[in-house]
């Protein structure tokens, strides 16, 4: 699945996203699957999120808010990394679908408009290899 198109953070915040994007912030990507079959999946999403005005306390209260909608682990995510760098919060996911980033982007988005978090494009691309260790 190759990562392709434009990104348009303003139909997510409309809550309308054509099919073939991402919710949640997100991308467009082609519509070309591997096959799924016994042992394989579709190839997960790298997901890095750099927003103005994410301080540490900002992403704690988003992850409070998360946990309390049920959705503090969503279906899907496979690793959620915060990283802080000159007091703001930088964001890495890796998901297994586009399909579970959809349905995580109607709970996520309001959280972060709440908190005045300011939205930008992420990079978004094909998971090529996770090494643990």
Known sequence: MAVSGKID???????????????GGLATVSKQRPARGKGW??????????HEGFTPEKYNNAIKQLDSAGAG???GRTLHVALESDGSIHVFDIWESQEDFDAFGPT?????????????EPMVAQVHNVIKG
Do not use: H, S
């Open 9 to 23: 953070i303003r139909i997510v915040l409309r809550g309308m996203v054509r099919k073939g994007q991402i919710q």
């Open 41 to 50: 999946c579709i190839m997960a999403l790298g997901i890095y999120f750099v």
């Open 73 to 75: 682990a969503p279906k």
């Open 108 to 120: 996520l988005m309001p959280i972060l408009a709440e908190l005045g978090v300011g939205l930008k």
